[in-house]
């Protein structure tokens, strides 16, 4: 199949991106698709635990409570737009029949979250 562009596609990105290489397989598309919107997933949950955090005043003294709920919510914005830009990668190496980029973002997510939450429990543990 080649690329074809569409008539209604009217962003800029769009535009490069359906112009290289030819549409690949569907299922792969739709796919890519799933797992960004997984990564949406996380980066709302992340968002809503910095809610919760700052939220949580008996739980934790306000300083650190304030720094784990920005952090919280920083991250999930941080995941927003790295899922993003790894939708897009993915996009392009299929679109070039190239082999597809390494996972960046979860590894980065994983240790974070180990960090936070070895933080979070420390800090519960010698409050109580």
Not at 43 to 67: F, K, T
Not at 97 to 117: N, Q, R
Request: one cysteine or more; proline letters at 6%; aromatic letters at 6%.
């Amino acid at each position: 199949m080649t690329a074809t562009r569409s008539p209604k596609s009217s962003g800029r990105w769009t535009d490069r991106l359906l112009a290289e290489g030819s549409d690949p397989d569907p299922r792969f598309t739709m796919a890519n698709e799933r797992t960004f919107l997984a990564w949406i997933r996380t980066a709302l949950a992340l968002v809503a635990g910095g809610i919760a955090l700052a939220l949580a005043r008996e739980l934790i003294d306000s300083p650190l409570r304030q720094g784990l709920a920005v952090a919280f919510a920083g991250s999930g914005a941080l995941v927003a737009v790295l899922a993003f830009r790894r939708w897009l990668r993915i996009e392009r190496a299929l679109r070039r029949a190239e082999t597809l980029p390494p996972p960046a973002l979860a590894p980065v997510i994983s240790y974070g979250l180990a960090v936070c939450a070895v933080v979070l429990l420390v800090v519960v543990l010698v409050t109580r």
